[in-house]
C-alpha cells in the first residue's frame, strides 16, 4: 500500500519558518511529480508547490519568493521549506505524488497543519 507520511506542522510567529517533509513508501518515488498542496477552513484545496520527475517546479504566486520546494529522489522525499510565514499560510498541508502514465495515479498523504499566529 502506497504511503504518504507527511511532518514538520507545528505553529510558528509571523515571519517564522518551517520545514515540511513528506516521505513515501511503495511508489517508483523518482517517476512521479510531487507537491505539496493546503486547504484553509472553508477554502478549496489549492496547489503550493510542485517538483517534476525532471526536477522543474512550479509555486502559487502567493508563496514565490517565500516558499521552496525541493526533493531527494535517494531517500524518496520531498520538502517544502517556508520562510516569511503569513497568517494567510495557515491550512492542512498535504502531500501529493502524481504520475501519468497512460492512467493517473494520485496518492495523498493525511496532511500536517501549520499554523501561523501570533
Known amino acids: 500500500q502506497v504511503q504518504l507520511v507527511e511532518s514538520g506542522g507545528g505553529l510558528v510567529q509571523p515571519g517564522g519558518s518551517l520545514r515540511l517533509s513528506c516521505a513515501a513508501s511503495?511508489?517508483?518515488?523518482?517517476?512521479?511529480?510531487m507537491g505539496w498542496y493546503r486547504q484553509a477552513p472553508g477554502k478549496q484545496r489549492e496547489l503550493v508547490a510542485a517538483?517534476?520527475?525532471?526536477?522543474?517546479?512550479n509555486y502559487a504566486d502567493s508563496v514565490k519568493g517565500r516558499f521552496t520546494i525541493s526533493r531527494d529522489n535517494a531517500k524518496n522525499t520531498v520538502d517544502l521549506q517556508m520562510n516569511s510565514l503569513k497568517p494567510e499560510d495557515t491550512a492542512l498541508y498535504y502531500c501529493?505524488?502524481?504520475?501519468?502514465?497512460?492512467?493517473?495515479?494520485?496518492?495523498w498523504g493525511q496532511g500536517t497543519q501549520v499554523t501561523v499566529s501570533s
Open positions: 511503495r511508489i517508483t518515488f523518482s517517476l512521479y511529480t
Open positions: 517538483v517534476t520527475h525532471g526536477g522543474s517546479t
Open positions: 501529493n505524488a502524481v504520475l501519468t502514465l497512460g492512467s493517473r495515479l494520485d496518492y
